[in-house]
């Protein structure tokens, strides 16, 4: 029976030294949290200038853009096939058309598809100058756009 008190009373000291230790550890953490929130509440102000400054930027940017689509030089428009003897010609090797070029054929105008610069559909313009084919038969080459 004295070893039950005894081992009790060394229990009862230690869960207070426990407790004491676990209030100054949980003051500790407070503290912590306190200091936490502070400087996350200093860098959200930051943030917000930041973001106010991000989509001040991006409307200006987006207003220059504006600006430059509707200040966008004039597009150039090859007539064929009096194109194909011009220098710069039109064509790669007299028949095929470069992508990103807009030609006018009888009156109508197309975007050459494909890479800018590249080749394109061969004989596609010839075929619809010469009436050998519809325009519509050469859609994947040929977009039609405004003159």
Known sequence: MNNFLKMNNFLSKHKVKMIGGGLLLLIIIIIIIVVVSNNNTSNDTSNDTS?????????????????????????????????KNESPKCVHDSAHQIGG????????????????????????L???????AEPEEYAFHLEPVAC
């Not at 207003?63 to 030089?73: I, N, V």
């Not at 070029?101 to 800018?116: E, F, I, M, N, P």
């Open 51 to 83: 973001t106010t400054t991000s989509r001040q930027t991006s409307r200006q940017t987006s207003r220059q853009t504006t600006r430059a689509r509707t200040t966008a030089a004039p597009v150039t428009v090859y007539d064929f096939p009096a194109c």
């Open 101 to 124: 070029l807009v030609y006018r054929v009888k009156g109508q105008c197309y975007k050459a598809t494909g890479d800018a610069g590249g080749k394109g559909c061969i004989g596609c």
């Open 126 to 132: 010839e075929n619809i100058d010469e009436g050998k």
